[in-house]
């Protein structure tokens, strides 16, 4: 089991108001190895305030995470930091391509903290694979602002794959795309899921993408209901 929440809520306090908003009540929730799940629910729901907790990027008012059987609340930043670095990618509705680097730089910006001289040509190798896999190894030296929407996405998830995570996290990964990138995007993910064994989880509004997906959850009034 690869991630587990156990009993996961967060909320917020207005000191002023003396009052309480709920986000997310009592989340019980788990994630192995090639597992594939999409969280859908109304706008304000939640959904990205779970996958920052799933993901480290915040935590819970209570309850306890679990990565890989250990309990990771207590870790400080630093080895929160690491277990992002090497476990786990990224995706994003804005693919946050640095606008100075080119695309393979930007791709392998993530390699950079654990990448030993010896194994940069591994890396080197790994990234361009990846990318002629998406289409992408002829513009390697091509900044984000020559890249279309859909080539700037890709990139994205390239770039979270580099460092062989067990688990990608994708928010509204196809939200700012048009029809035929979004689909492209979605059979990616899919197919990284498939072929790579690589468990994701994706928050989308997108029904299509989340069919594309083993397993839909739904989150509403901060609980999560198997759809």
Request: charged share 20%; no cysteine; hydrophobic share 40%.
């Amino acid at each position: 089991m690869i991630i587990e929440l156990k009993k996961i809520s967060k909320f917020y306090e207005n000191l002023q108001t003396n009052t309480k908003l709920t986000v997310l009540n009592e989340i019980t929730f788990s994630i192995d190895k090639g597992d594939s799940v999409a969280i859908v629910g109304p706008s304000g729901s939640g959904k990205s305030t779970l996958l920052n907790i799933i993901g480290t990027l915040d935590k819970p008012s209570s309850g306890i995470v679990k990565f890989n059987g250990n309990e990771i609340n207590q870790l400080n930043d630093n080895q929160l930091s690491e277990i992002r670095n090497k476990n786990i990618g990224f995706v994003f509705q804005l693919h946050y391509l640095l606008p100075q680097l080119n695309l393979i730089e930007n791709v392998l910006l993530p390699a950079i903290p654990k990448n030993e001289k010896s194994r940069q040509k591994e890396t080197l190798e790994r990234a361009m694979n990846l990318l002629e896999t998406v289409g992408l190894a002829d513009k390697i030296y091509q900044l984000p602002s020559q890249l279309s929407g859909g080539e700037s996405q890709r990139a994205a998830v390239v770039r979270a794959l580099i460092n062989q995570p067990e688990l990608i996290l994708a928010d509204e990964p196809t939200g700012s795309l048009d029809a035929e990138s979004a689909q492209r995007i979605g059979e990616l993910l899919s197919s990284i899921n498939k072929n790579n064994k690589v468990a994701i989880i994706v928050v989308t509004h997108s029904e299509e993408l989340a069919k594309k997906m083993n397993v839909i959850y739904k989150l509403r009034n901060g609980e999560l209901v198997k759809f």
